[in-house]
T-cell receptor, first 114, second 113 residues
Framework: NAGVTQTPKFQVLKTGQSMTLQCAQDMNHNSMYWYRQDPGMGLRLIYYSASEGTTDKGEVPNGYNVSRLNKREFSLRLESAAPSQTSVYFC?????????????FGPGTRLLVL | GENVEQHPSTLSVQEGDSAVIKCTYSDSASNYFPWYKQELGKGPQLIIDIRSNVGEKKDQRIAVTLNKTAKHFSLHITETQPEDSAVYFCAASQGDSWGKFQFGAGTQVVVTP
């Protein structure tokens, strides 16, 4: 099993451009998450999907949209990129069999917005 | 909402010594506390976790302790090795929320030979 995979690994955008970050998991997990990681701030939740067909805002959702395409895939879209969105983006998944579950992370996408 | 504070932000230890990282949380309803290790250029990986009905858990050189009364939990690494060098994150589940974590800011651990 590949676990959680993310594409692309690295991307450079100009201010105002749009892009979609892709995430897929092969562990048959129900819940998926998008985080951003900035220096000295740990991981902050952008959006999450508790189960297929549902999405909810996390701590820092402004400027982002998500789509839970199916049980395996959860994409994050930046409609009009801003320099403040320069960050490392991580996708994660968890089984959602009960409260307090381990989340499994992908390798990350490094995004630079000029 | 939940707030997690992590200390220290950086930690340098000699190979073979012990390392301790401490986290405090604010929501007394939090019930699950994982620790993640992140190596350079990689995603966080779970190394150990503890639930609120347990006070201590150990896995080889790694242990985690939880004090629910004081609302803090700690990661202990004994006999440190150079491969323990990484950034470590603590997290706390947000009360009754399904799968939502609040992460600490991270601790950069450097183990020198």
């Amino acid at each position: 099993n590949a676990g959680v995979t993310q594409t692309p690994k690295f991307q450079v955008l100009k201010t105002g451009q749009s892009m979609t970050l892709q995430c897929a998991q092969d562990m048959n997990h129900n819940s998926m998450y998008w985080y951003r990681q900035d220096p000295g701030m740990g991981l902050r939740l952008i959006y999450y999907s508790a189960s297929e067909g549902t999405t909810d805002k996390g701590e820092v959702p402004n400027g982002y949209n998500v789509s839970r395409l199916n049980k395996r895939e959860f994409s994050l879209r930046l409609e009009s990129a801003a320099p403040s969105q320069t960050s490392v983006y991580f996708c994660a998944s968890s089984p959602r069999r009960g409260k307090g579950e381990t989340q499994y992370f992908g390798p990350g996408t490094r995004l630079l917005v000029l | 909402g939940e707030n997690v504070e992590q200390h220290p932000s950086t930690l340098s230890v000699q190979e073979g010594d012990s390392a301790v990282i401490k986290c405090t949380y604010s929501d007394s309803a939090s019930n699950y506390f994982p620790w993640y290790k992140q190596e350079l250029g990689k995603g966080p990986q779970l190394i150990i976790d503890i639930r609120s009905n347990v006070g201590e858990k150990k896995d080889q050189r790694i242990a985690v302790t939880l004090n629910k009364t004081a609302k803090h939990f700690s990661l202990h690494i004994t006999e440190t090795q150079p491969e323990d060098s990484a950034v470590y994150f603590c997290a706390a589940s947000q009360g009754d929320s399904w799968g939502k974590f609040q992460f600490g800011a991270g601790t950069q651990v450097v183990v020198t030979p």
